[in-house]
């Protein structure tokens, strides 16, 4: 059984993110999002930078022209739920995937969605976003016309307020390939008819999921790829284990699932990184205690252990810090904690970083290195 060292799996890692050198100037947005598995955008302004920042070259402008006129890149619940970016050509077996797992509403009688309740839901969503884009506002007008007063009334518990009956099933409607994300309207979410895309029998886009991970993130255990996913680790274990090509080795004393033919003899890991908020590297790497060694787990993790809620500063593939931007006109000041002492080489390299993302975000970056007062990200 192979058991690959830590720096080993972090070098393949990086260089498949497009971390250990970016990829070359003029590569599609989309192709970063697929060597990825997808760009996390529930923060979309830190998900332009994510992208860029991995071409060479590249800037917010081209994820933006990408999303909005080329269409090669879809703003799409993904996994765990959460908005993603993904390509849209894997959006048919993106969705397929997603929509293979077992799912129930959290929600109390009275406010969840029976079975034939949410049929009805996503059909009158169907309906609804034919040939037009439209707010949540206006989604749910057209959706109390079609299904019914009940699928607007606003019963379901969030942020505070209460939020329409139908908007349970918003992922939902998602994977049965009838919604997607629009440009917004002032500011104002819309959401949008996505792309028609081939069928796609479940099982198997489990399976190419599962790869597709393995190909970003691998080596993994099922208990790295559930909560990644958003299914159970018994789910995960059951899938990943019935898989007919993956091969074992270990990681960190673990049994894991890899990719036949996975190499890990790339060159070591060096240089600087600066890494928005919801990185699809850090979310999605395991094991966390490597990833984020000593006081990284405690400056840059969230007490249940989640990822991504801090924008970090990345030194040789691992959490050396965390940092944070605030703009002002053409301007974004940029302040950097590094958790130890950085030498003049990897200070010059983070000058890059700094004036790189300056450059993503089409502003002028000034760096300061010291506390970074705010909290993370919800």
């Not at 993956?246 to 990184?273: H, K, T």
């Amino acid at each position: 059984m192979t058991s690959p060292s830590w720096p080993a799996v972090n070098a393949r890692r990086l260089a498949q993110h497009g971390l250990a050198r970016p990829f070359p100037s003029g590569t599609a947005v989309a192709e970063v999002a697929a060597a990825v598995s997808g760009v996390h955008a529930q923060v979309l302004a830190a998900a332009e930078v994510s992208a860029a920042l991995r071409v060479e070259g590249a800037t917010r402008d081209d994820v933006r022209r990408a999303l909005w006129e080329d269409r090669t890149l879809v703003k799409t619940f993904g996994p765990r739920g959460t908005v993603h970016l993904l390509p849209a050509a894997d959006l048919g077996r993106w969705m397929a995937a997603l929509g293979a797992l077992p799912w129930r509403s959290a929600f109390p009688d009275g406010v969840r969605l029976t079975d034939d309740e949410t049929r009805t839901v996503v059909a009158a969503i169907d309906e609804a976003l034919r040939g037009r884009d439209l707010t949540v506002d206006e989604l749910t007008e057209a959706i109390g016309d079609l299904a019914g007063a009940w699928a607007a009334e606003p019963v379901m518990p969030a942020f505070q307020t209460l939020w329409p009956r139908w908007r349970q099933v918003t992922d939902r409607a998602a994977y049965a390939g009838v919604l997607c994300y629009g440009p917004d309207r002032a500011r104002k979410v819309t959401y949008a008819r996505p792309p028609d895309a081939d069928p796609v029998e479940p099982d198997a886009a489990v399976a190419w999921a599962i790869e597709q991970y393995l190909r970003s993130y691998g080596p993994a255990t099922p208990a790295s790829f559930a909560p990644w996913f958003g299914s159970t680790p018994a789910w995960a274990a059951e899938r990943m284990a019935a898989h007919p090509t993956l091969v074992r080795v270990e990681l960190d004393g673990e049994q894991a699932y890899d990719l036949p033919g996975a190499a890990y003899d790339g060159p070591p890991a060096a240089g600087v990184r600066l890494l928005p908020y919801f990185d699809a590297y850090v979310v999605g790497s395991r094991p966390r205690h490597l990833l984020f060694p000593g006081r990284a787990r405690e400056r840059a993790l969230v007490p249940s252990g989640q990822a991504g809620n801090y924008p970090v500063l990345l030194v040789d593939g691992e959490v050396a810090g965390v940092w944070h931007q605030k703009r002002s006109g053409r301007r974004v000041a940029i302040t950097v904690e590094p958790l130890s002492r950085l030498s003049a080489a990897r200070l010059a390299q983070l000058d890059e970083q700094v004036a790189r993302v300056g450059a993503i975000v089409d502003a002028e970056a000034t760096l300061t290195i010291g506390p970074v007062s705010v909290g993370p990200h919800a």
